[in-house]
């Protein structure tokens, strides 16, 4: 035989015995229990057989997984080792700690995100570029009243326009279609609200387009495997996804960037729009390092990926949950017409006053989460979690679907029930684990917004419609269905003017 051949054939069974050591002992010391992984796919086989849907639905594959392996589960995706986090315990010890700011540095990700740079506050690596974003950007939303009156105004323009907008749809039909989607655009224009303060018609093509691109990143299923097996994007079909991704979120960020630049032959501090003019006036003021027109691009860019389809996601569980449950639909409607009635809108001073209609939405975020599983981050260091060592840089990832969904925390998870927020006295009480927009320093930074806009959104059309299964013999699904971010499968609704 060849020396080569002696060669390969050594190498061969060097492989194999490190394979059985690592499954052994783990790839590090003390390592998290998690399914056995083989050299280059991991435990992806483990993965594909943990359900015939594990593509289409792989966080209840990974929700699965982390009931048989624990709290802290490794999961080998191709050659990448991760962590996943379960429960509230795990999630808080991991979030609270200050060096998991990071989000770890994942080339494939940012080649398909932001053309390979580190760039933004969403998938942007942490550090001080990250930190100052995240600042300034808090200080903006704050300033432009996301979550506050000002914004509440603007929100209730695009719900008295979806209010036609539906009222011209189901004349004649009383079928709205599509419901899964409806709320895209309008969530839409709710960010170009904040970005820029422009807003587009609902049949404007130009705005079904930029619906698309942010479609054709989030609702993805392979983008994630792509991210931990990144040979993939060399191979049919996963060469041509990634490559559409690509091509999509750069011509999204071609359209970013011309409204930047029309924002700045038009800008007048004295009349601030959104928050690229707030990022414009920081610019000029030379404040900070990381005021840099890339730098602009990509947190817009962040601000709709992160904000548009997770608000509007909400909304569609939300008409599932309502057309599913027509006695909390008309629970809801007896508590708005009772305490406001039907003569003028409904406006975010009057949550307080509507324990039942804040009840629903909440219970809508806790069943169906649009983002149960957080982007991942990392520490610069060996760090320990619930006794288990997570070496530095291996990206965790948190399952909050396993605390939202938890018998641990909630009595009878699966079923929708409102009243589980309210205490005796009809109060909203807010219990530790409820987590929709995540926990410690990189929760969501849109939670007010996200909270105001959905609020005002569903109980404004409440009011005035009635919305019903289209047949009850083949009610809507309530398993979830996305990529990156989660919704309801495809239904319609019939729809119905309140008397
Ligand atoms: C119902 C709606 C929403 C939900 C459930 C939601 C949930 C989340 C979650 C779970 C995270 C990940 C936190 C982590 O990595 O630990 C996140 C991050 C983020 N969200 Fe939201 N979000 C929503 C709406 C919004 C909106 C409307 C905006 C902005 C306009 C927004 C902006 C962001 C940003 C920028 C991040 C990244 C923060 C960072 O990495 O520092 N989100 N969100």
Excluded at 287 to 297: H, P, V
Excluded at 361 to 386: C, G, K, L, N, Y
Excluded at 448 to 454: P, Q
């Amino acid at each position: 035989m060849s020396f080569l051949g002696v060669f390969v054939i050594c190498l061969f069974c060097g492989l194999v015995l490190k394979t059985i050591w690592n499954n052994l002992k783990g790839p590090w010391e003390n390592v998290p229990p998690g399914p056995i992984f083989l050299p280059v796919l991991g435990s992806t086989l483990t993965f594909a057989m943990g359900s015939k849907d594990a593509v289409k639905f792989p966080l209840l594959v990974i929700d699965a997984m982390a009931k048989k392996y624990g709290e802290v589960m490794r999961l080998s995706m191709g050659s990448q080792h991760m962590v996943f986090l379960s429960g509230l315990k795990a999630i808080k010890e991991f979030a609270s700690k200050e060096e998991t700011t990071m989000r770890p540095y994942n080339e494939t990700l940012l080649e398909m995100y932001s053309d390979g740079e580190p760039l933004g506050m969403g998938i942007g690596i942490g550090g001080e570029r990250w930190k100052e974003q995240r600042r300034f950007s808090a200080r903006a939303l704050r300033d432009l009243g996301a979550g506050k009156k000002g914004m509440d105004a603007k929100i209730l323009q695009e719900v008295v326009h979806a209010i036609e907008d539906i009222k011209n749809r189901i004349s004649g039909t009383q079928r709205l279609t599509k419901m899964d989607q409806y709320f895209d655009l309008p969530d839409l224009n709710i960010i170009w609200g904040l970005v820029a303060g422009i807003r587009y018609e609902y049949d404007d093509p130009a705005a079904h387009q930029q619906f698309d691109y942010l479609r054709s990143f989030l609702q993805e299923s392979t983008a994630g495997p792509m991210t931990t097996t990144p040979w993939l994007k060399y191979i049919p079909p996963f060469k041509g996804i990634y490559w559409n991704i690509r091509q999509t979120m750069d011509a999204f960020r071609v359209l970013i960037k011309s409204v930047i630049q029309d924002q700045r032959k038009t800008f007048d501090s004295e009349h601030v729009r959104g928050y690229i003019d707030k990022f414009l006036i920081e610019q000029k003021a030379n404040r900070g390092k990381f005021f840099t027109d890339k730098d602009l691009i990509i947190n817009c860019q962040d601000l709709f990926i992160a904000g548009s389809e997770t608000a509007s996601k909400t909304l569609s569980n939300c008409f599932m949950w309502l057309v599913l449950n027509p006695d909390v639909q008309l629970k809801v409607q007896e508590e708005l017409d009772r305490v406001i009635g039907r003569e003028r809108h409904i406006t975010m001073d009057d949550k307080i006053n509507l324990p039942y209609t804040d009840a629903t939405m909440m219970e809508v975020r806790r069943i169906s989460t649009p983002f149960p599983i957080t982007p991942p981050r990392t520490a610069p260091m060996d760090i320990t979690i619930q006794g288990y060592k997570i070496p530095a840089g291996v990206p965790v990832q948190m399952n909050i679907y396993s605390v939202l969904r938890g018998e641990k925390y909630f009595d009878e998870p699966d079923k929708f029930k409102p009243e589980r927020f309210l205490n005796e006295q009809n109060k909203v009480v807010v219990p530790e684990a409820f987590i929709p927009f995540g926990y410690g320093k990189r929760r969501c930074l849109g939670e007010n917004l996200a909270t105001v806009s959905n609020f005002i959104f569903y109980a404004n059309l409440l009011q005035v419609f009635s919305f019903r299964m289209i047949d009850p013999k083949n009610p809507p699904s309530t398993l979830p269905c996305g990529g990156l971010t989660y919704g309801p499968q495809p239904f319609d609704v019939r729809v119905s003017v309140r008397e």
